[in-house]
T-cell receptor, first 107, second 120 residues
Framework: DIQMTQSPSSLSASVGDSVTITCRAS??????LNWYQKKPGKAPNLLIH???SLQSGVPSRFSGSGSGTDFTLTISSLQPEDFATYYC?????????FGQGTKLEIK | QEQLVESGGGVVQPGRSLRLSCAAS????????MHWVRQAPGKGLEWLAV??????????GDSVKGRFSISRDNSGNTLYLQMDRLRVEDTAFYYC?????FGAGTCDYWGQGALVTVSS
């Protein structure tokens, strides 16, 4: 199975800041990498698919990059609604494993 | 618009069975693969299973293989998860999700989740 490792596990930031979350795969997954946002009591929300493609309806302050084993999610100009937990997921091979999550908190 | 609604959650004793349903609407259900994903209290997301759009292929994660069974009724626009030999560690919110393709791993629409509590 492919292991997905996110860093950091948590971070604090202020409204207006820019933050970057990284995700590393245990083997090359090309660009088969997704990012989801998860808020308590809500369903996960697909933000980025195929490493860098913005899902329809997602604000442009979210962006993704990377290929192979190393990937990043960047959120520019943080908004209050962006404070949540973020998960990467590889869609290269079954089982479609998730990272452990990165909790983004308000400073 | 696309909608997924889970049902069937509840409290069940260890070793017993439970079946979750996921009713789909707003899209052509038979054209999309479907997934089950769960989140245990205080834990991250865990992928559980996928079924191809036509039901021709089914795959499971290691933690539920042999105990859980995914199935679908394309005529009734419903996805199922049969959970047998439940364990305390299966306590979680269970989400159904639509694949962007016949069986791809990317999930673009999700239900709100059904809570399953396994406790004696």
């Amino acid at each position: 199975d492919i292991q997905m490792t996110q860093s950091p596990s948590s971070l604090s930031a202020s409204v207006g800041d820019s933050v970057t979350i990284t995700c590393r795969a245990s083997q090359s997954i090309s660009d088969y990498l997704n990012w989801y946002q998860k808020k308590p009591g809500k369903a996960p929300n697909l933000l980025i698919h195929d490493a860098s493609s913005l899902q329809s309806g997602v604000p442009s302050r979210f962006s993704g990059s990377g290929s192979g084993t190393d990937f990043t999610l960047t959120i520019s100009s943080l908004q209050p609604e962006d404070f949540a937990t973020y998960y990467c997921q590889q869609s290269y091979s079954i089982p479609y494993t998730f990272g452990q999550g990165t909790k983004l908190e308000i400073k | 618009q696309e909608q997924l609604v889970e049902s069937g959650g509840g409290v069940v004793q260890p070793g017993r069975s439970l079946r979750l349903s996921c009713a789909a609407s707003g899209f052509t259900f038979s054209s999309y693969g479907m997934h089950w994903v769960r989140q245990a209290p205080g834990k991250g997301l865990e992928w559980l299973a996928v079924i191809w759009s036509d039901g021709s292929n089914i795959y499971y994660g290691d933690s539920v293989k042999g105990r859980f069974s995914i199935s679908r009724d394309n005529s009734g626009n419903t996805l199922y998860l049969q959970m047998d030999r439940l364990r305390v560690e299966d306590t979680a919110f269970y989400y159904c999700a639509r694949s962007v393709d016949f069986g791809a791993g990317t999930c673009d629409y999700w239900g709100q989740g059904a809570l399953v509590t396994v406790s004696s």
